[in-house]
Nanobody, 128 residues
């Protein structure tokens, strides 16, 4: 049973940095290796709709969707470790949100209803 588990969230001061991890397991049950899936990071801030941040292909081609992050977040993946990362820097209070990863057995997409698998999210709180 394919699963995605996010980790690395927590409380951080404004201007600080964090690295989130999205660990994949059980994808053999889908009939395909994890490295053929594209993976998105999304975030859901209080009072706002869930928004796509960026997507990465199995070959590490990146598409950025979240103009609001102003180039401060970088997505990457290590297929040998079955893990996708999001490096966040220069964090602001407005970045406070639950961050999710999601996988898709198709090309990169920013639409929530086109994702095949979701993690349960990890919370980031940016506050002094």
């Amino acid at each position: 049973q394919p699963q995605l588990v996010e980790s690395g969230g927590g409380l951080v001061q404004p201007g600080g940095s964090l690295r989130l991890s999205c660990a994949a397991s059980g994808f053999a049950a889908s009939g395909f290796r994890f490295d053929v899936y594209t993976v998105n990071w999304f975030r859901h801030a209080p009072g706002k709709e869930r928004e796509a941040i960026s997507c990465i292909t199995g070959g590490s081609i990146v598409t950025n969707y979240g103009d609001s992050v102003e180039g401060r977040f970088i997505i990457s993946r290590d297929n040998a470790e079955n893990t996708v990362y999001l490096q966040l820097s220069s964090l602001k209070p407005g970045d406070t949100a639950v961050y999710y990863c999601a996988a898709r057995f198709r090309r990169c997409s920013k639409y929530i209803n086109e994702m095949d698998y979701w993690g349960e999210g990890t919370m980031i709180t940016v506050s002094s």
